[in-house]
């Protein structure tokens, strides 16, 4: 049984930074493509940042993040974070930790999920 579990969410000022990491177990980590997802209040869940493996980390991510938010993996953890540098209010939202049967980064082709955290940038 794949499972999910995301942490390093919280409350911070913007400009602040935040980590999430997301521990995975139950699947073969080192051929999966990995991502995050952001969900906020009234509004459809939305792709952040992905990242593949295949003899190498390969990254996407959304306009919106680009420069400040990178995606990384540990392989010996089977762990995922996401580092969020000059949060701004508009980041305000739950961040979902996603795994694909892919190993080539994707955008879209993600099918199993965290149960979410919950990201606060105050103004």
């Known amino acids: 049984q794949v499972r999910l579990v995301e942490s390093g969410g919280g409350l911070v000022q913007a400009g602040g930074s935040l980590r999430l990491s997301c521990a995975a177990s139950?699947?073969?980590?080192?051929?999966?493509?990995m991502g995050w997802f952001r969900q906020a209040p009234g509004k459809e869940r939305e792709f952040v940042a992905g990242?593949?493996?295949?003899?190498?980390?390969?990254?996407n991510y959304v306009d919106s993040v680009k420069g400040r938010f990178t995606i990384s993996r540990d392989n010996a953890k089977n762990t995922m974070y996401l580092q969020m540098n000059s949060l701004k209010p508009e980041d305000t939202a739950v961040y979902f930790c996603?795994?694909?049967?892919?190993?080539?980064?994707?955008?879209?082709?993600?099918?199993?999920w965290g149960q979410g955290t919950q990201v606060t940038v105050s103004s």
């Open positions: 996603a795994a694909s049967r892919l190993m080539v980064v994707t955008r879209s082709q993600y099918h199993y």
């Open positions: 990242i593949g493996w295949g003899g190498g980390p390969s990254t």
């Open positions: 139950g699947l073969a980590f080192t051929k999966s493509a």
